[in-house]
């Protein structure tokens, strides 16, 4: 009995030790790094390494093309479409490879420093203001439940736009002693609240005590236009109220050309700025449609070139980004967009989309000299990688100003309306 319990213990430490070094091993290591699916675009090639003895067939031979030898098996897709690539160790099937096959896609990288005018939807409420009335400190926007981050977008069910499309109402109402019906736009829904305005001692004019703001402005920088649609893509970040912190909803806007004027050189602790001024002619590029987590995003009315990178370059997918060396495109000085070196020090395939994708890192000595690393302003500028445009750079870290967060450029194209995964339309003969 102890002999059997004894000779059961030394085949199961044969076995776990066969496992182990079965695991370890570079035919197997080599079979658990082909991933279950790939993604390509049209006219793209990917290796894959493979054991010796395991041979790779596609099922369709319509959209991918294959080739291998003892080590490797490259992958050319030839066709938009979906296909199988089925792994056979001794004649069976070992393994499959979902292969997605898409349209062949490609961007111009921007890198240009522009104007951002934001026009937002209603009036927003940046803070409360104390009116002195005869009883005493009162703000009616307080008193009527309107909050810092609200938008006031109707009035006595009149959609206001504007600033000066308020003053009209508060006079009329205040005169009249009737309150105003309010319809505010706030995170969680629309309220309707009544507001009756109230007037400073001394003066004639009656008052909400609410400051509010109608657009906003700043600059940023470029990361691509899609030539076909002249869709762009800007910032790489949403562009938030300065004083509530709250995202701006847009109603309109526009982007202009912007010149660098100096650069407040960042250090620990302060991320430093692109300080910059917009174009004297002030001419409108383009709409702005929307902004998001990803950037601001619409469409060019004028052609834009950077002057160093003017061609259209294919897109990595966010699984396709490898950690090391890339470039950036964005400007310093003037007009004059120039490429500087940087490291993606690492990179997440992400599946679903999300705006730290990426972590980079400058190394360009350049750059470094001049700016200390990222600063604001510098948002949105493309990062491009073997000959492809991979994301875009988004925040600094504070306290450390030569590193910060890229976006991958899959998830603003998504956010632009432009659907890399659409079927190529037929040609006319």
């Known amino acids: ?11 199961g430490g044969i076995l776990l030790v ?35 003895p395991v041979s790779a067939a596609v099922t369709a031979n319509s959209t991918l093309s294959i080739q291998q030898d003892d080590q490797t098996v490259s992958l050319q897709a030839k066709k938009y479409g979906k296909d199988e690539m089925l792994l056979e160790l001794a004649g069976f ?26 026009n937002t939807v209603g009036v927003l409420v940046v803070g409360h203001h104390q009116v002195n009335t005869a009883e005493g400190k009162k703000s009616p926007g307080e008193i009527a439940g309107i909050k810092v981050g609200d938008i006031i977008t109707k009035i006595n069910g009149q959609k206001i736009e504007k600033m000066s499309d ?13 309150p105003l019906n309010i319809e505010v736009s706030r995170e969680d ?51 938030s109220d300065m004083d509530t912190k709250k ?17 407040e050189k960042g250090s620990n602790g302060d991320p430093g700025e692109k300080l910059a001024r917009f174009s004297s002619d002030k001419e ?17 009315s004028k052609e834009i070139t950077n002057g160093i990178m003017d061609k259209a370059l294919p897109i990595a997918l966010s699984h396709q980004v490898k950690e090391g060396p890339a470039k950036i495109l964005t400007v310093v000085d003037n007009d004059q967009v120039k490429l500087f070196d940087i490291e993606i020090v690492s990179t997440i395939p992400q599946k679903f989309p999300a705006t730290k994708g990426m972590v980079i890192k400058v190394t360009d000595p350049e750059l470094l000299e001049k700016t200390g690393g990222i600063v604001q302003g510098m948002s949105g500028s493309p990062i491009i990688q073997d000959d492809k445009v991979v994301g875009a750079v988004t ?6 100003p030569t590193s910060g967060y890229g976006v991958h450029i899959e998830w603003m194209l998504n956010e632009a309306g432009i659907d890399i995964y659409e079927k190529p339309r037929e040609k006319a003969s």
């Open 284 to 300: 409108v590029i383009g709409d702005i449609q929307r902004n998001s987590p990803f950037g601001i995003f619409g469409k060019l």
């Open 395 to 400: 925040h600094v870290f504070v306290n450390d």
């Open 166 to 178: 308020v003053a009209p109402f508060v006079q009329t109402a205040g005169q009249k002693g009737e």
């Open 189 to 239: 829904g629309k309220i309707d609240t009544k507001l009756m305005p109230l007037k400073e001692a001394g003066e004639e004019n009656f008052k909400l005590g609410l400051y509010i703001r109608d657009s906003a402005a700043g600059i940023g920088t470029m990361t691509f236009y899609h030539p076909e649609s002249k869709k762009y893509g800007a910032l790489g970040h949403v562009i």
């Open 18 to 52: 066969s496992l182990v070094a079965i695991g370890f091993s570079k035919p197997f290591q080599d079979y658990l790094s082909i991933p279950k699916s790939v993604t390509l675009f049209e006219g793209e090639n990917l290796i894959l390494q493979k054991s010796t």
């Open 93 to 118: 099937p070992i393994k499959k490879v979902d292969v997605d096959v898409l349209k062949d896609f490609k961007v111009i990288p921007g890198g240009q420093s522009i104007g951002v005018k934001l």
């Open 1 to 11: 009995m102890l002999r059997h319990e004894l000779l059961r213990k030394i085949i």
């Open 247 to 263: 995202p701006i909803v847009v109603e309109d806007g526009q982007i202009v050309r912007s010149t660098v004027t100096s650069i």
